[in-house]
């Protein structure tokens, strides 16, 4: 069973940046199309940012020009870079593949964006 770990969240001020690491325990960012999610409390898991097992990446319009999805196959692991962050984007990231059947759920990264 695939398991997934997501890190690098944290407490920034709005147009402060951090970057989101998922390691895989095995190969999947090659096989797999995977995405990036974001979740509130109480809300449905929304896909923000793609990037297909071929390197074809796609961000959500909510984030496009601050958000940057990318991999290292080599090391198991996908990153999100955002940049220019808003209150709005106080939520818990998650990794997983684009589509179901999705892998268990990590515990996620909580990011909170102070205004």
């Known amino acids: 069973q695939v398991q997934l770990v997501e890190s690098g969240g944290g407490l920034v001020q709005a147009g402060g940046s951090l970057r989101l690491s998922c390691v895989a325990s095995e190969d999947v960012f090659s096989n797999r199309d995977m995405g990036w999610y974001r979740q509130a409390p109480g809300t449905q898991r929304e896909l923000i940012a793609v990037i297909t097992k071929r390197g074809v990446k796609d961000v959500a319009d909510s984030v496009k020009g601050r958000f940057t999805i990318s991999r290292d196959i080599n090391k198991n692991t996908m990153y999100l870079q955002m940049n220019n962050l808003k209150p709005e984007d106080t939520f818990v990231y998650y990794c997983?593949?684009?589509?179901?059947?999705?892998?268990?759920w990590g515990r996620g990264t909580q990011v909170t964006v102070s205004s």
């Open positions: 997983n593949t684009r589509f179901y059947p999705y892998f268990t």
